[in-house]
Nanobody, 125 residues
Framework: VRLVESGGGLVQAGGSLRLSCTASGITFDRFAMGWFRQIAGKEREFVAAISWNGDTAHYPDFREGRFSISRDNAKNTVYLQSNSLKPEDTAVYYC???????????????????WGQGTQVTVSS
């Protein structure tokens, strides 16, 4: 199983990025997908999750409408659109996969079966 994130980089405050995560070695549409991030010196935190078919998404409160998750099952890829980025959004962003049991509120790290290596997002002020 392999999850490979891409799309990270350096962006100015107020800018946008679209992160991608492409999966291989799993039957993609049998997995809910999530995004997490880890800010330096802090624990990894939940950013977004999406159901196997893309119909339902789940976000934490801090999202403030700035993050949006989507997926394309034909491409085995999940996306995270990040808008109005702030310096405090600087982090390593990870995608993760969980065998879908009909829930969408997968917010905890331990619930996920597979993880990518992460992609760095740096937001300059």
């Amino acid at each position: 199983v392999r999850l490979v994130e891409s799309g990270g980089g350096l962006v100015q405050a107020g800018g946008s990025l679209r992160l991608s995560c492409t999966a291989s070695g799993i039957t993609f549409d049998r997995f809910a997908m999530g995004w997490f991030r880890q800010i330096a010196g802090k624990e990894r935190e939940f950013v977004a999750a999406i159901s196997w078919n893309g119909d339902t998404a789940h976000y934490p409160d801090f999202r403030e409408g700035r993050f949006s998750i989507s997926r394309d099952n034909a491409k085995n890829t999940v996306y995270l659109q990040s808008n109005s980025l702030k310096p405090e959004d600087t982090a390593v962003y990870y995608c993760a996969a969980v065998s879908d049991a009909g829930r969408i509120d997968y917010e905890e790290e331990y619930e996920y079966d597979y993880w990518g290596q992460g992609t760095q997002v740096t937001v300059s002020s």
